[in-house]
């Protein structure tokens, strides 16, 4: 398995620059996430690692080798498209096998490779020697897909056609695994359960693989690291508990999770909290800002909301409900303070009642979760 170095990684098309100035340490056995909006360079950067892509400047090592100049089929990584890219014509069995299929002929005779060919084109043409068969199923009992080695890829679920690319890919026994957007296609209940499939298999095989994705659920939940990019840049990186906890601009607030984004004056000192003037009301924060204007950025789940008359704590700001929605799990409230509109999360308790659209309300937060950047 290997490690991924991306120094200085610069991309311009026609003179627009798609990644500025890119720099990665990822580690061996690392499962690494590039996450971001659409268009932010994260596939770019993927593709540029996969020699799909010629960088206009910069350097990338997967381990020690520098792999600027080596043609993608020779940089031993799999991968798993968006779109899967399976053959239609050719079962699962042949789909697995195509990478292994495609190593013989470039290290087999003239004799061999005539056979090779024939089994690519028909199976009934050619047998596929006994250590391509034993290591297809292997591979296909891995990701529980044995059963279907006959069938056109056609003929499956979106959450077998995955698990078929993932296969291929992992037949090839690749150093890296690059994964772009492989969920995509995929129901919410399917998804999740893929990317439970997808984490296991990474941690059994201790592959080295790197994930991109627009869903920042996807990203928190599967990924050791993850570097959040923008307009080409990776704008912050930190494993998933820093980058909610711990969010460096309003960007990585907002994008990372939910958030209240205000913006705001600090006007003084209360102790070692800072006292932030808003429209109409003051909060408190330990963060010390280093300028006077600032964006204060607040969890909904960090703020505690009752009814008018309970008087949840200090600091109380008064507001009316809007909206009310249940999640499940969760109710989210939309509350109008002023010319704000907050999302307050709440855990839901059977039994209990939900604050309905007008109720009369009082908001509290901890100063310890109030952010100002």
Do not use: W
């Amino acid at each position: 398995m290997g490690s991924v170095t991306v120094k200085n990684l610069i991309k311009q098309y026609d003179g627009v620059m798609a990644l500025n100035n890119v720099n990665l340490e990822i580690q061996e056995g690392e499962f690494f996430a590039l996450l971001g909006p659409s268009g932010c360079g994260k596939t770019t950067t993927m593709r540029c690692i996969a020699g799909f892509e010629k960088p206009t400047n910069g350097e990338i090592f997967i381990g020690k080798q520098k792999v600027n100049d080596i043609p993608a089929n020779k940089r031993n990584c799999g991968m798993v498209f968006q779109s899967y890219a399976l053959f239609p014509h050719l079962d699962v069995f042949q789909n697995v096998a195509y990478s292994l299929n495609i190593k013989e002929l470039e290290k087999r005779g003239p004799g061999t490779k005539i056979k090779t060919y024939a089994r690519m084109i028909n199976k009934k043409l050619a047998k596929s020697p006994p250590e391509i068969e034993k290591k297809v199923m292997e591979i296909l009992e891995y990701v529980e897909l044995a059963p279907y080695r006959n069938r056109l890829t056609s003929e499956l679920s979106g959450g077998q056609q995955q698990r078929v690319a993932l296969a291929r890919a992992l037949a090839m026994e690749p150093a890296v695994l690059l994964m772009d957007e492989p969920l995509s296609n995929l129901d919410k209940k399917l998804r999740n359960s893929m990317r439970a499939t997808i984490r296991k298999i990474q941690l059994d095989l201790g592959i080295t693989t790197i994930f991109v994705t627009h869903d920042q659920e996807e990203a928190m939940s599967m990924a050791d690291r993850v570097a959040v990019m923008k307009d080409g840049d990776v704008i912050q990186l930190g494993t998933p508990t820093e980058l909610y906890s711990n969010p460096k601009s309003a960007f990585i607030a907002d994008f990372v999770g939910s958030s209240n984004i205000f913006k705001g004056s600090v006007i003084g000192q209360d102790g070692e909290r800072s006292i932030v003037q808003l429209d109409g009301f003051q909060i408190r924060s330990t963060s010390i800002p280093k300028n006077k204007e600032v964006e204060v950025v607040i969890r909904p789940e960090n703020i505690e909301i009752a009814l008018g008359e309970e008087h949840p704590g200090d600091d109380i700001l008064e507001g009316k409900v809007l909206m009310s929605t249940y999640l499940g799990s969760i109710v989210r409230y939309d509350v109008e303070i002023g010319p704000y509109i907050v999302m307050v999360d709440t855990t839901y308790q059977s039994g209990k009642s939900v604050y309905p659209p007008g109720a009369n309300v009082k908001l509290t937060v901890d100063p310890e979760k109030v952010f100002l950047l």
